[in-house]
C-alpha cells in the first residue's frame, strides 16, 4: 500500500474538470484475498498469494492467522521478505501453514470477513481465541456462525449474545457434519463454514434455512477457491439440493494464486466515465470471475455508456447521460451505495431492491445514503428492502460516512458533478482501498492519464 499523506477530516471532493479520461490499476480483491489467506493457512503445505490486497480488513486477516501461528511473509519484487504489518511494496505473500494455537486475540476491527470466516478457523486451532472488534462489529450478526458452529462441536463463550466480543475454544479439531443455518443476514455465513470445512473431520453439510440469501456471487467464489486447492464442494448448481452445500474432508493443496483487481472498487472509477461522460479504463479486468462487481458492466451501461472488454482491460466510455434504474442488488449488494451516488445524478428515478441487509453492514447504508444525499438537496425515501431516489439538483454540504469505505466513494462520485461536497473522514477507505484519496486525483488529472485518442 502506498502510505497516504495525512488527510483533512473533511476532505474536499474535488470537481471534475471535464470528462474524465484515464486507465486506473486497481488493487487486489479484499473477498477473493482474505479467501486466499485463510485457504492457505488451513494448507498441508506452503502457498502464495500474488498481488493479495494490501489494507485494513486484509492485514487484520493476516495478522489474526499469524497470531494463530501462521506464517505469512510478505515480498517485495526485490527485497527479502517481512513480517507482514512492516512497511513495504508488498507484491506477494507467502503463506507457511502451522500447527493452529491459542491463547491468541483477534481483532476483526469492522471486517465482515475477519469476524465471519475466522471464528470456524479457531475452532480448529488448540487453545482459547477471543474475538473483539470495532464498536460496530459488536452490532454486526454472527449468530448463524456461532450457533452452526456449537452444533458442529465447538465451545463457545458469547456471553450469550450471538455476537462479539467472544471466546472460541478451540479444541484442535472439530467434528463437522450437517447443520442448519439462517444466512438471510449474511451470506458470510456460509462461505465462512464451507472455507474451513476440508478441516473439519466429518467436513460439513449446510443447509440454508430462512429467507433468500444475499450475495449468491461471493459464495460461488468461496467454492471455486475450495475447489482450486482440491477440496471437493457439492452445491446446488451442480445439481444438488436447493440452499444445500457440501464440502468433504481432506487435505487442502498449497497453491500460487494471483489475486484479481477488486471489481467493487473499481466502481467509483467507472461512475466516474458515467458522470463526466468521459473514458476509464481498468487494466487486468478478468475475462471469468465470480466477483459481484463484474455486474457493473451491465448496470453502469444501462445507466448510460457502453463498455468494451479488450486485452487492455474493461473500457467504460460515458454517453454524457445518466439514466434511473429499476434493480434487484440482492446478489451484488456492496455495490449499492456506489450505483446509489450515479443514479442521484440521473435524468429519471431509480430503485434499488433487494438490499435490506445493508442496515447491518459497515454502517446501516440505507439509512446512511437517505441521509447524506437528502442534506446535500436529494430526496431518497428508504423502503422496506432498498431505496427509492428522485434525483433532484444538488449542493454541496458535509457528506459524513459513518466509518464506511463504500460511502466515502459514493461521496467522491456525487463531488465529481456538484461544487462543494466535502467528504468526512476520506480516510475510512483504507478498510479496502488506502490509496484512494490519491488514486482519484490522479484520475481527474489529465496529464497523469496515458494519451489514447489517435
Ligand atoms: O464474502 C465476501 O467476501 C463478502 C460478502 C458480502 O457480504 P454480505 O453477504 O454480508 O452482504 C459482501 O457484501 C461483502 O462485501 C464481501
Ligand atoms: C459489506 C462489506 O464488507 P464486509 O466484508 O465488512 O462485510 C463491503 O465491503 O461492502
Not at 464451507?194 to 444475499?214: C, I
Not at 477457491?225 to 464442494?233: D, E, F, H, P, T
Not at 428508504?382 to 431516489?389: K, Q, S
Amino acid at each position: 500500500m502506498t502510505e497516504s499523506p495525512a488527510l483533512p477530516a473533511l476532505w474536499p471532493a474535488p470537481l471534475a474538470p471535464g470528462a474524465v479520461d484515464a486507465t486506473v490499476t486497481v488493487p487486489g480483491s479484499k473477498s477473493v484475498t482474505n479467501r486466499g489467506l485463510v485457504l492457505a493457512a488451513l494448507s498441508s503445505e506452503p502457498g502464495w498469494l500474488r498481488r493479495p490486497l494490501r489494507s485494513r480488513d486484509t492485514l487484520l486477516m493476516a495478522e489474526a492467522l499469524r497470531t494463530m501461528g501462521v506464517g505469512i511473509e510478505e515480498t517485495a519484487s526485490s527485497s527479502s521478505a517481512g513480517a507482514v504489518g512492516q512497511a513495504g511494496g508488498g507484491e506477494a505473500w507467502r503463506v507457511i501453514p502451522a500447527g493452529l494455537h491459542g491463547p491468541a486475540t483477534v481483532d476483526v476491527g469492522n471486517a465482515g470477513t475477519v469476524m465471519r470466516f475466522l471464528p470456524p478457523v479457531a475452532a480448529l486451532a488448540a487453545g482459547p481465541i477471543r474475538f473483539d472488534g470495532d464498536p460496530r462489529s459488536y452490532e454486526r450478526p454472527l449468530d448463524g456462525v456461532i450457533e452452526a458452529l456449537r452444533a458442529l462441536g465447538a465451545r463457545i463463550d458469547d456471553d450469550g449474545r450471538g455476537s462479539l466480543p467472544m471466546t472460541v475454544h478451540g479444541g484442535g479439531a472439530l467434528d463437522g457434519g450437517p447443520v442448519e443455518i439462517d444466512a438471510s443476514s449474511s451470506s458470510q455465513f456460509v462461505s465462512a463454514l464451507l472455507l474451513s470445512a476440508p478441516r473439519f473431520n466429518q467436513g460439513v453439510e449446510v443447509r440454508h434455512v430462512g429467507a433468500a440469501l444475499p450475495s449468491m456471487p461471493h459464495i460461488r467464489m468461496t467454492v471455486d477457491m475450495l475447489r482450486s486447492v482440491g477440496a471437493q464442494v457439492d452445491t446446488p448448481e451442480a445439481g444438488g439440493e436447493p440452499n444445500v452445500w457440501r464440502v468433504t474432508p481432506g487435505a487442502l493443496l498449497g497453491r500460487d494464486l494471483i489475486v484479481e483487481p477488486d471489481l467493487s472498487n473499481a466502481q467509483p472509477f467507472l461512475a466516474a466515465a458515467l458522470v463526466t461522460g468521459g473514458r476509464v479504463t481498468i487494466p487486468d479486468w478478468p475475462e471469468h470471475t465470480t466477483q459481484p462487481g463484474d455486474a457493473l458492466r451491465e448496470i453502469f451501461t444501462t445507466m448510460g455508456g457502453s463498455c468494451e472488454l479488450t486485452d487492455q482491460g474493461l473500457t467504460f466510455t460515458g454517453s454524457g447521460r445518466i439514466h434511473g434504474i429499476d434493480v434487484d442488488l440482492g446478489e451484488v449488494g456492496e455495490l449499492t451505495p456506489g450505483i446509489a451516488a450515479a443514479a442521484a445524478l440521473a435524468d429519471s428515478p431509480s430503485t434499488l431492491r433487494g438490499v435490506a441487509h445493508l442496515r447491518l453492514h459497515e454502517t446501516d447504508r440505507l439509512a446512511a445514503l437517505t441521509k447524506e444525499l437528502n442534506e446535500l438537496g436529494g430526496d431518497v425515501t428508504e423502503t422496506a428492502d432498498g431505496l427509492h431516489i428522485r434525483p433532484r439538483a444538488l449542493h454541496g454540504g458535509v457528506f459524513h460516512t459513518y466509518d464506511d469505505h463504500r460511502l466515502a466513494t459514493a461521496a467522491a462520485v456525487i463531488g465529481l458533478a456538484v461544487p462543494g461536497v466535502e467528504v468526512e473522514n476520506v480516510a475510512t477507505t483504507g478498510k479496502t482501498l488506502p490509496d484512494f484519496p490519491a488514486m482519484w486525483t490522479r484520475m481527474l488529472d489529465p496529464a497523469a492519464a496515458p494519451a489514447r485518442r489517435a
